[in-house]
Nanobody
Framework: QVQLVESGGGLVQAGGSLRLSCAAS????????MGWYRQAPGKQRELVAQ???????NYADSVKGRFTISRDNAKNTVYLQMNSLKPEDTAVYYC?????????WGQGTQVTVSS
C-alpha cells in the first residue's frame, strides 16, 4: 500500500504564493506520472498540473504561467509552486500518482486565497 503525504496548503492573500509538496510513503517503480488536481465547493475535481517520469508537463489553462509543477524522481515527490494566486484558486488540492494499473490519491490539502 502506498500513501501520499501532502503539505504546504494554507491561507494566503491574492497575489501571494504557496508551494505544495506530495511525497510517496515508499519507493515505487513504473510510475507513469504524478500530479495535482483540485476541487472547489460545489464543483467537480479538475486537473491542475501533471508531470511524467520523463519530465513532460501538462497544465490547466487557468494556471498556465502562474503554477509550476516539478518532481524529484529519487524521492518520489512532486511539487506545485503556485504564484500570483487568485481567489478562484481556492480549493482542496489533491496529489495523485499514476501507475499502469492503479492511481493513488492523497488526502487533500486546503488552499484558501483571500481577496
Amino acid at each position: 500500500q502506498v500513501q501520499l503525504v501532502e503539505s504546504g496548503g494554507g491561507l494566503v492573500q491574492a497575489g501571494g504564493s504557496l508551494r505544495l509538496s506530495c511525497a510517496a510513503s515508499r519507493n515505487i517503480f513504473n510510475i507513469k506520472s504524478m500530479g495535482w488536481y483540485r476541487q472547489a465547493p460545489g464543483k467537480q475535481r479538475e486537473l491542475v498540473a501533471q508531470i511524467t517520469t520523463g519530465g513532460s508537463t501538462n497544465y490547466a489553462d487557468s494556471v498556465k504561467g502562474r503554477f509550476t509543477i516539478s518532481r524529484d524522481n529519487a524521492k518520489n515527490t512532486v511539487y506545485l509552486q503556485m504564484n500570483s494566486l487568485k481567489p478562484e484558486d481556492t480549493a482542496v488540492y489533491y496529489c495523485n500518482l499514476i501507475l499502469i494499473t492503479y492511481t493513488y490519491w492523497g488526502q487533500g490539502t486546503q488552499v484558501t486565497v483571500s481577496s
